[in-house]
């Protein structure tokens, strides 16, 4: 996968289509590196989600009705937003 660092640097909103491109295209490199080494045995799903936090609320990018979302910790996980909406 694509290092952040390595990542076009830029403003953000100029250029987020980029990094979502080069996250994907990272994901993708890796699945076929690991589908190679376990000689086509492999297989994988890729799914999504979006969030924006803004103003301290947490909306669903990919549902609008999901506004003010639960932001959480998780020991393991890390910061977790509840009921987003998966894609992919």
Do not use: W
């Not at 936090?53 to 890390?78: A, C, M």
């Amino acid at each position: 996968m694509t290092p952040f660092a390595a990542l076009p640097r830029c403003l953000f909103p100029v250029c987020k289509a980029q990094i979502i491109d080069a996250v994907f295209v990272g994901l993708h490199r890796k699945g076929k590196a690991l589908a190679e080494r376990a000689q086509g045995t492999l297989s994988y799903n890729v799914t999504f989600t979006f969030c924006e936090i803004y103003d301290e609320v947490v909306q669903d990018l990919l549902n609008s009705q999901n506004r003010d979302l639960p932001l959480t910790e998780d020991l393991i996980q890390g910061m977790v937003v509840e009921h987003l909406t998966e894609s992919g």
